[in-house]
């Protein structure tokens, strides 16, 4: 989320939504009579934690936090993990379990349970692959969804990745981000034109993939690529990412040019971005905090730097490319009194033009009164760019005609800032 790459006292106040979904949230639970938990490394670890927040909890010590959770994990939250497992268990034990959706694998488990709210979730938990085997991930969250006709869980090594695919018709246009289900009305549309997949990311809520903790961009690629020849969708693939899947589907073309036939990025997150919005909050006189010199990179700054790397050492593939930018700025009340927005929106959208301008042809449109998840919000704008660059795949030609103009009925809600020359 663009949300996360703002500094530490703009994400202290988005705190108050956390928790019903974050990480830190989750949950204790209760297994039924019926209901056992596997006797693994991630198992264990789950019983540990349901036996703390149904009751365990009240006297857990910062000690005891520190040999069950890995120290990444701890230095990820800028508020107690004690006191929001606390403040969980008071809120949503006790917590029944009533299955597991798929097999639990040594270092991850996925359990299914009823809250004493009455809502149905679902516990995501990972852990180290070594022993002493601290969790790594936990969230509390909504259930993964039943396996479509059309979906199936394809095994990449060790682990397993949820894929659905539908349509017919070259170039298979692949879709990043999330699950399955954020991307149900884009894929759905273009099927009847396309074959078209989508995958459950493992370090999502609501995953039908064996679950991870927050992964790399590296880490998303070399999973992308395994799972797309594990389940023989030939290429050159359409690639179609939202938010930080933009970053990941643009070092996938980096890194493997050969199997990229175009580009579809929507609302992408710039690796430049949170340098860019940093000094300019430095230079109205409030820096954001330093970190630690001891804490280790986040995921998300291992990835920018990852692709920073890429664009250095490559130039981007020349493929037909459409960026896409959301038009609606995000609710001031969810920043810091003060907050610059306006310069906040200028810079996102300054570094998505310069994105569009770097091959030939590259398009940049705005989707005006749109936010940050434009595929839900405005899918028909994502579907008619993903045909466009289809089209433009099966007749180069299409792409070096000027762009339809987004006034007319036929034609994507959406301002075109760089059409086709």
Known sequence: MRNMLVCLVAALVLLPAWPATAAQDA???????????????????????????????????????????????????????????????????PIIVTGFPFPPTATGVVAEVDLVTGEHG????????????????????????????????????????????????????????????????????????????????????????????????????????????????????????????????????????????????????????????????????????????????????????QMREARVGSAHPSVPLVVLTHGRADDPAERPPGWPLADEERIWRELHEELAHRIPHGRHVVAEGTGHDIHQEQPELVIESIRSVVAAVRDPITWTTPAANPATPSAPRGTPLDPAA
């Open 27 to 93: 949950t204790a639970i209760v297994g039924t009579p019926s209901i056992e938990i596997p006797a693994t490394p991630a198992g264990g670890q789950l019983s540990w934690v349901l036996a703390q927040l149904n009751g365990g909890a009240a006297t857990l010590t910062e000690t005891d936090l520190a040999a069950h959770f890995a120290p990444a994990f701890l230095a990820a939250f800028p508020v107690s993990l004690l006191d929001l497992l606390q403040q969980t268990a008071s809120q949503y034990a």
């Open 122 to 305: 679902a516990v995501y938990l990972a852990v180290e692959a070594t022993p002493p085997h601290r969790i790594t991930r936990l969230d509390l969250a909504e259930a993964p969804a039943p396996a479509t006709a059309t979906g199936r869980r394809v095994r990449i090594g060790e682990r397993a990745l949820y894929l659905d695919c539908r349509g017919r018709g070259g170039p298979t246009v692949v879709l990043e981000g999330g699950t399955t289900r954020d991307w149900v009305s884009v894929q759905t549309e273009v099927a009847t034109t396309s074959r078209v997949c989508a995958y459950d990311r493992p370090d999502s809520p609501g995953s039908r993939s064996d679950p991870t903790p927050e992964r790399t961009a590296q880490e998303v690629v070399d999973d992308l690529v395994a799972l797309l020849a594990a389940s023989g969708e030939p290429g050159p693939y359409v690639l179609v990412g939202h938010s930080m899947g933009g970053l990941y589907v643009q070092l996938f073309a980096y890194q493997h040019p050969n199997e990229v036939a175009g580009l579809v990025l929507v609302d992408p997150t710039p690796e430049e971005f949170g340098t860019r919005l940093t000094e300019l909050v430095a230079s109205l006189g409030t820096p954001a905090p330093a970190r630690p010199l001891e804490a280790p990179p986040t995921p998300q700054e291992t990835s920018f730097g």
